[in-house]
């Protein structure tokens, strides 16, 4: 029993074992602080070395950068050589319209065009196939005035020309739109002659490649025929009673253009005191140039004095030959001089066109009215449906073998409904709105139901009100709505329905060749460039189908390839403003300038694609990936180098797509040039580099072109 028991730790003991453990904590304590101590002077040590790898890597890069920049300064050469020869093709475009003769006017000339407006203003009685037929060279001259408004670089663009372009475009589509008018009143007038056998009305179907007619005339004014269908099409309207028993008119124009909507501003060219200041700058180095070496001349040509007075005939040829010699090497040098002079001022120019197409605007629109249409945020899509109801114009009598008619002076009029000033309630003659069914143009996409939308004619503007009921069935491409007053309709989408873009990818597919893949939420969308020319490669719709348009397969010039485009609802192009709409990580224009020019000057052997850090950088550095790509198919290859450039520096990151978070780490082994261009020779290979070199400059400047137009590293 006394065995078992504890036995006690004596007072002695009990100190001795604190003591242990109070020597052991300091034990712990010292090692703790050594080991931290250690570390940190290792940590110091690693930095220190970080910091001097980088200070030589800056210096490095220091060293080099003015031999960069005047390589790549060479290379961007191919975008003003480009708008040379857009210039010289302009000018070419000219001189064959002169010498075709072909009797249409050239549009950029304002004597011509006034002269063919006045001509065809003095035409009557055409027909409406008449007028359709001209419609197709009036459309045309207004296609290639806004094509010059778009193409023309802001250095030949002054303002009378715009506001000469833009006058002449608004008479076109004025007189363009009466013409029609013209026409369908002389149809009418021969309404009674076409007459249809069972129903007594008159119908009439006119279908162009621009415009569709559909024209009813109420001849027999039956109460119950209210009901009206156009023959083999699903168009039409329900009339109330008092039309129906009324003699009048219902016309549907269905322009598959827009000459409704105001025109679009153009960008005009930098203000007259910064023109007038870089000329003054040029003129004064070119004349303090030609001053110097007038002065080089004079010393040279001075005549030195010698101790004989008596010289040869042949020693006086020899000097006065050299003296021609010396001055024919003076002048082409200053003309050399002069040149590159020239060239370097026009050099900027197109640099300065280039960052203006990507600067956004600081203020928004004026604000709107209630139910006012901003179309800055819509667009109209599929053309404008002219929807009036005409009073029914005196009919064609046949008189003694002669067919007589009243003409009124006053020309087609409209039939007032509903009657501005209604004096008593009839509840037989009331005003309901109109139920209306329209075909949805068949080359445009619709990614989600269609807004429909009507004219104001006296606040020039679209509105939202005064239509309701509105259904839309996408299969049979029909839309069904009710309309309270009469004018021209159209269809809006949300301009910017496919911005931000999911992802996009800038691939090779040959030398001057590439392919452009932009997803949106709805679709993707692939163009292909090569040399100027620009083609819609394939659609792919949200649902995984393929959609046929139109437009594939059809090679255009840059500028006409986005109009059609957006025309057919494929808008991937914002505008100056577009930022006021779609949430985006907005970057430096000059900095997004500068990559769409070297990502450019380097597409033919290497592909550019989107990165998600893209928009954890802030707005001076983009981010993207590249890689060496030489085949024409599309590899799986999953090497990309991630990217980060700020406009005066580029350097590969060590962080890949994968990385759970950002860093702006310098990649191992690496270094960081001064340009983009550098940056990726650094790991290409000759075959690639010399691919990139042996680019046409009409091809570089169309990809730029449609780099900037995209703005891809803004808005994805």
């Given amino acids: 029993m006394a065995g078992n028991k504890k036995k006690k730790i004596t007072k002695a003991e009990r100190l001795k074992q604190l003591q242990e453990e109070e020597e052991r ?31 030589q890597l800056e210096k490095k890069d220091l060293e080099r950068r003015n031999e960069e920049l005047e390589e790549l300064y060479l290379l961007e050469g191919c975008f003003p050589e480009a708008e040379k020869l857009k210039r010289e093709t302009r000018l070419l475009s000219q001189w064959k319209h002169y010498i075709q003769c072909d009797g249409s006017p050239d549009p950029s000339i304002a004597q011509e065009m006034n002269t063919f407006i006045s001509l065809w203003k003095e035409e ?55 013409k029609f008018n013209v026409a369908t009143e002389i149809l009418l007038r021969q309404a009674s002659t076409l007459a249809d056998l069972d129903s007594g009305n008159m119908e009439k179907i006119i279908r162009d490649e621009n415009v569709t007619l559909y024209v009813w005339a109420n001849l027999k004014k039956n109460p119950r025929y209210r009901s009206i269908r156009f023959s083999k099409t699903e168009v039409g309207f329900e009339i109330p009673r008092i039309l129906a028993t009324s003699n009048i008119a219902v016309r549907l124009l269905h322009t598959h253009y827009d000459h409704v909507s105001p025109l679009q501003t153009v960008l005009t060219p930098p203000n007259e005191e910064y023109t007038t200041s870089v000329t003054e700058i040029f003129q004064d180095e070119v004349k303090n140039l030609e001053n110097a070496v007038s002065k080089e001349d004079r010393k040279e040509s001075e005549p ?57 605007a600081t203020e928004k629109p004026d604000i709107f009215e209630d139910n006012e249409v901003d179309l800055c945020q819509f667009t109209t899509l599929g053309g404008v449906y002219h929807i009036d109801i005409l009073e029914l114009p005196p009919q064609y009598k046949p008189v003694k073998g002669w067919m007589i008619v009243e003409i009124l002076k006053e020309g087609l009029q409209k039939f007032k409904y509903p009657p501005e000033n209604i004096d008593e309630y009839d509840p037989e003659n009331v ?15 619709f990614f989600e139901d269609p807004m429909v ?64 893949t932009v997803t949106t939420v709805f679709t993707e969308i692939q163009i292909q460039i090569k040399e100027n020319l620009c083609m819609l490669s394939s659609i792919k719709l949200r649902n995984k189908k393929a959609h046929f348009s139109i437009l594939e397969g059809k090679w255009m010039t840059l500028f006409s390839f986005i109009i059609a485009l957006k025309e057919a609802g494929l808008n991937i192009f ?8 779609v949430a985006i990580n907005n970057k430096v224009p000059l900095v997004e300038m500068k990559a769409y020019r070297q990502m450019a000057l380097l597409s033919s052997a290497f592909a550019f694609s989107w990165s998600k850090w893209n928009l954890r950088c802030n ?53 960081f040039h001064s340009t983009l261009y550098h940056m990726v020779k650094d790991f290409a290979s000759g075959e690639a580099m010399e691919k990139t070199r042996s680019s046409n400059c009409q091809f570089l400047d169309a990809v730029c072109q449609m780099l900037l137009s995209t703005r891809l590293l803004s808005y994805s």
């Avoid at 010699?325 to 001022?345: D, I, P, T, Y």
């Avoid at 050099?347 to 600067?359: F, G, K, Q, Y």
């Fill in 25 to 55: 904590r300091l034990r712990e304590e010292e090692e703790a602080r050594l080991k931290y101590e250690k570390e940190e002077l290792e940590r110091l040590e690693m930095q220190r070395i970080e910091q001097e790898k980088w200070r």
């Fill in 124 to 178: 009557t009685n055409e027909s409406f196939e008449e007028v359709v037929k001209k419609s197709k060279l009036v459309l045309n001259l207004i296609r290639k005035l806004k094509l010059i408004l778009l193409e023309t670089p802001l250095c030949d663009l002054q303002n009378k020309n715009i506001i000469q372009y833009q006058e002449s475009i608004l008479q076109l589509q004025e007189l363009l739109h009466l």
């Fill in 304 to 360: 030195q004095e010698s101790g004989s007075k008596l010289i040869d005939e042949e020693e006086i040829k020899v000097e006065e030959q050299g003296d021609i010699e010396v001055q024919m090497s003076s002048e082409e040098e200053s003309e050399a001089l002069k040149g590159e002079l020239e060239m370097r001022l026009f050099s900027e120019t197109v640099s300065a066109a280039h960052l203006l197409l990507i600067e956004n």
């Fill in 431 to 445: 005003f309901p709105p109109i139920e209306i069914t329209l075909e949805v143009h068949e080359n445009v996409i």
């Fill in 453 to 516: 939308v009507r004219w104001d004619a006296e606040g020039k503007h679209w509105r939202t009100d005064g239509i309701s009921s509105v259904y839309y069935r996408q299969e049979e491409r029909l839309i069904t709505f009710c309309l309270e007053t009469f004018g021209p309709v159209t269809l809006i989408q949300d301009t910017h329905i496919n911005m931000p873009y999911q992802s996009w990818e800038l691939r090779p597919l040959d030398v001057n060749e590439v392919l452009l």
């Fill in 574 to 581: 914002p505008t100056t403003l577009s930022h006021f709409y």
């Fill in 619 to 671: 707005s001076t550095k983009v981010i993207f990936k590249v890689k060496e790509h030489l085949t024409k198919e599309r590899t799986e290859n999953p090497n990309w180098a991630l990217i980060m450039f700020s406009g005066d520096r580029a350097q590969a990151l060590k962080i890949n797509e994968e990385s759970e978070t950002f860093s702006e780490a310098l990649k191992e082994e690496t270094e």
